[in-house]
């Protein structure tokens, strides 16, 4: 008998070691595929320009700060999605999981690693929390089911939020479920420990991950009391009250990061951003874009972004969730009837607290209009946010559906292996389900994986309009330089420039300041008077589509200065042109005249003082100059039918009536049938095969000495 004991546990032990490894490996596969998913998928970040927010916090937090100060140049230095308040800039975002990317970087040099290690962590917290809830094997399963679903591969592959929180809630159910089963209080502690910074991060995410165990907790909180009233403390009450505690530390931790903040303990920093872009009904808004978000509304948004996690972002896509949701019965059926000894055999707080998290989560998400959000057309799943990322805001869910699609396939297994069993000898039955799995786990791969490439290659166009946008950075070697960046979707930096980010005490071997208006950049030059200056510019227009690339531009800048400053522009013309109309204008007015059957270099003088600026054609007055402005010469070219070319050149200038200063060059473009057509018109010295064969625009300045 004690032979047969022994045998019957070493047999256990060897199975419980040969999952381990198994798990140990998927958790390294997890780890390197998103390492390398981030570094060749994700190099310059992708097209959700929140992780230049947790990227520069994370920044700020190695420097030791919670904000940045830039004083009167805060509007110049503003970061995407952070708040102004008198010089004083920060982020209206928790600095959880920022601290994550932070360690990464002081320890390693690249915050990347982070994401490795939240992949490896949740793979294994997966694994953790079947084992625990079920048995080793279906933990196995469950952390492969985890880690291939095209939500985990994508969105853990980038600087957000969604799966470090997850990796704080897994190891809160972890814990939670532990202290349960043993009556291991330090577990119940480090539960209370863990959903309290995950609070601390994400609140809403947390809080609607806690239901269902907070309702279990309540529960068995209240039978303790009713069989043994409060003296003397139960171990229920004690375990939850010590998770309760840990939980209320996150919480604490978070009001007084809010106190710090924003000034007031109960004012979370989103808040202070955008007052009404908070869960709840009605109307919603934030940064212009606003809309009532109706109950109605609500619930159809929320019934795509489910629709399109279970046929497309979840592992297998239907076919998993149909894997999940037989799960569900058949810890259903287990639990009420006691049969199906095929089925692994869950505990009642696990199957309850799991199986609550697909109600908490759809139902709480429904009141956040975040998920009406990335869906651009409800009925499109291959457009907006959520055709890249997948519905990020129901993250929580891949947890409660990998487990019970695991218990599905497991009970799948062992049913298939029964029958078998039933003609064949047990080694038989078990050698021809490993030969079905060895069959069909490739051609299952090859189908999960195909659903992942799709927003991989949606992601990766994305990654080749940043390639060719940075490419001047690749090419230049900068140092001790102040770079003026464009202001495609407004006055934010890192939107959509992620990759071009200030240190946090904008002293960096590269400052990036908005290029804006003149009075402004010249406040910004004052302050960096010895660096090299350059502007970033590039011909095209910038749009979200990633059929639409621009060619960038990076030109050295000077100050040029005196008591005047003369220059000359010299201009092709084409064969076809009839006249030519050279027109200069300052804020207080303009000067022009024309030239007729102009030859194919046209030049013009033109002058700029103290006291203003003028055409060296003829006799006139200056145009006043006051203080800093824009100085505007265009010569615009007249064809016999009418037709316009337009050589456009803005001088930002400034004066004080005795000196002039000149950002040299100018901002040139070069314009067909408008006199001003912005950035598509960005005239390119090195590049003459983007413009037309005739196109030169050459300017030159002479600096009246003193």
């Not at 095209?150 to 939670?176: D, E, G, K």
């Not at 039933?422 to 791969?445: C, F, H, Q, W």
Request: aromatic share 10%; net charge negative; charged share 20%.
């Amino acid at each position: 008998m004690d032979a047969g004991r022994d045998r019957l546990q070493a047999i256990v032990r060897g199975r419980g070691a040969r999952e381990r490894l198994l798990a140990a490996a998927v958790v390294v596969a997890a780890a390197v595929l998103t390492y390398v998913i981030a570094a060749v998928v994700f190099p310059h970040h992708s097209s959700n320009h929140d992780e230049a927010v947790y990227l520069q916090q994370a920044s700020m937090l190695l420097a030791g700060q919670l904000e940045l100060h830039a004083g009167e140049l805060a509007d110049a230095f503003h970061p995407w999605f952070f708040i102004e308040d008198g010089g004083r800039l920060y982020p209206k975002y928790q600095p959880y999981p920022a601290v994550l990317y932070a360690a990464a970087m002081g320890l390693l040099g690249e915050p990347s690693v982070a994401l490795a290690g939240v992949a490896a962590a949740n793979t294994g917290l997966v694994y953790l929390l079947g084992a625990e809830a079920v048995d080793r094997r279906v933990g196995v399963v469950a952390a492969a089911v985890f880690a291939a679903a095209p939500l985990s591969v994508v969105t853990t592959a980038v600087f957000l939020p969604y799966a470090p929180t997850t990796m704080l809630n897994l190891a809160f159910a972890v814990l939670y479920l532990r202290g349960v089963r043993r009556g291991h209080l330090p577990s119940a502690a480090g539960a209370g420990l863990a959903i309290g910074l995950a609070f601390f991060g994400r609140p809403l995410t947390a809080v609607l991950f806690a239901a269902p165990f907070i309702a279990h907790a309540l529960v068995a909180v209240g039978r303790s009391l009713s069989a043994d009233g409060l003296r003397p403390l139960a171990e229920p009450i004690r375990r939850n009250a010590l998770t309760a505690a840990g939980g209320l530390a996150g919480v604490a931790l978070s009001l007084a990061y809010n106190a710090r903040m924003t000034g007031s303990p109960l004012r979370f920093p989103y808040e202070a951003f955008a007052p009404q872009d908070g869960p709840g009904f009605g109307h919603r808004e934030i940064l212009g874009h606003s809309l009532e978000y109706t109950p109605a509304l609500a619930v159809e948004t929320n019934a795509y972004v489910l629709w399109y996690l279970a046929t497309r972002w979840f592992t297998l896509g239907l076919v998993g969730t149909a894997c999940a949701l037989a799960g569900v019965g058949l810890v259903a059926y287990r639990l009420r009837t006691g049969d199906g000894s095929f089925i692994p055999e869950i505990e009642s707080p696990a199957a309850w607290t799991l199986g609550g998290l697909l109600v908490s989560v759809p139902l709480g998400n429904v009141a956040f209009w975040g998920n009406y959000n990335i869906l651009a057309t409800m009925s499109d799943p291959t457009d907006g946010l959520i055709s890249q990322f997948g519905p990020f805001y129901h993250f929580d869910l891949l947890v409660p559906l990998s487990l019970f699609a695991a218990v599905a396939l497991v009970s799948a297994t062992r049913l298939a292996r029964n029958r078998l069993a039933d003609g064949y000898s047990p080694e038989k039955a078990r050698v021809a389900v490993a030969i079905a799995l060895i069959v069909t786990l490739p051609l299952v791969g090859v189908a999960n994986a195909s659903l992942a490439a799709q927003p991989l290659e949606r992601n990766a166009a994305y990654t080749e309009k940043y390639e060719t946008a940075y490419a001047p950075f690749e090419n230049e070697s900068l140092d001790d330089a102040l770079v003026f960046v464009p202001t495609p979707y407004g006055e934010w930096q890192n939107h959509p420039f992620q990759s071009l980010r200030n240190d946090p005490g904008f002293d960096g071997p590269v400052v990036y300041a908005l290029d804006r208006d003149p009075g402004e950049d010249f406040a910004v030059l004052d302050a960096y008077p010895d660096r090299q200056h350059y502007r970033y510019t590039y011909r095209g227009e910038w749009t979200p589509s990633t059929d639409r690339h621009v060619t960038p531009k990076l030109e050295p800048l000077d100050v040029r200065e005196g008591e005047r400053v003369t220059a000359r522009t010299t201009v092709g013309v084409t064969d076809r042109v009839a006249r030519a109309r050279v027109r200069l204008s300052t804020d207080a007015g303009s000067h022009e005249y024309s030239v007729e059957d102009p030859n194919d270099r046209m030049t013009v003088q033109w002058e700029l003082a103290g006291d203003g600026a003028r055409l060296n054609e003829g006799d006139r007055e200056r145009l006043t100059i006051d203080g800093a402005e824009k100085v505007v010469l265009t010569v615009t070219l007249v064809d016999a039918e009418g037709s316009t070319f337009t050589y456009r050149q803005e001088a930002t200038v400034r004066a004080d009536g005795d000196r002039i200063e000149v950002i040299w060059p100018p901002d040139r473009t070069v314009c067909p049938l408008v006199t001003d057509c912005g950035r598509e018109g960005t005239y390119l010295p090195d590049r003459p095969d983007e413009h037309r064969e005739w196109v030169v625009f050459e300017t030159r300045v002479d600096e009246e000495p003193g």
